[in-house]
């Protein structure tokens, strides 16, 4: 399979955030190889987004939003979870990056089973927790470029279906943006 390019995150994030619906993460962990479809995604931008992390001034945690592209962007929410984004901007905008939301896994479900603690498969990667947590996504992985192959990266993956767009969720400001992006495998 072949790594994204950082070209492909160098674009207008909300289309970025269509783009990798379909698109395949792959995690390593010591000798083991996880990875699964992306199933979900959300935009987030800057300026004209004020959902976004990237909204106000730059932080310890945001300021990778405003720095190169194809890199991973993970934070730390509701002070129990890891969630895991991948900074995609058009070279117009300051800010932006795409949170993975969910997973259909594919190799290494065992293990992704074992990281949450959960066998039921339906509910093992459908959300933006629950992925970082069956990936062993953490901090650590903060700043990871992911157009390398290395422990955690993303390629091609399979040709999507229809896609369908929604509000993103859980949030109270901009929700008339529909940067919800899913398909169904």
Avoid at 41 to 47: D, N, P, V
Avoid at 58 to 65: L, S
Avoid at 123 to 130: D, E, R, S, V
Avoid at 156 to 172: C, D, L, Q, Y
Wanted: glycine share 8%; aromatic share 10%.
């Amino acid at each position: 399979m072949t790594i994204l390019p950082r070209k492909f995150y160098s674009k207008d994030t909300v289309t970025v955030a269509k783009n990798l619906l379909g698109k395949k993460i792959i995690r390593k962990i010591g000798r083991h190889e996880i990875s699964g479809i992306i199933t979900e995604t959300e935009a987030y931008r800057h300026r004209d987004d004020p959902a976004s992390h990237a909204f106000g001034k730059i932080t310890d945690r945001n300021k990778i939003m405003f720095e190169e592209v194809g890199t991973a962007y993970v934070y730390f929410t509701y002070g129990m979870y890891f969630c895991f984004n991948v900074v995609a901007k058009s070279p117009k905008k300051a800010a932006g990056a795409v949170l993975i939301r969910a997973i259909e896994p594919e190799k290494g479900i065992n293990i992704m089973q074992v990281n949450r603690g959960k066998t039921d498969l339906k509910n093992l990667t459908n959300g933006p927790a629950k992925l970082a947590q069956a990936f062993g996504i953490t901090k650590e992985d903060y700043g990871v470029d992911l157009t390398k192959k290395s422990k955690l990266y993303i390629t091609e993956g399979i040709n999507r279906k229809k896609i369908t767009s929604s509000p993103r969720v859980g949030i109270s400001k901009a929700v008339d943006k529909l940067w919800n992006f899913k398909i169904e495998i």
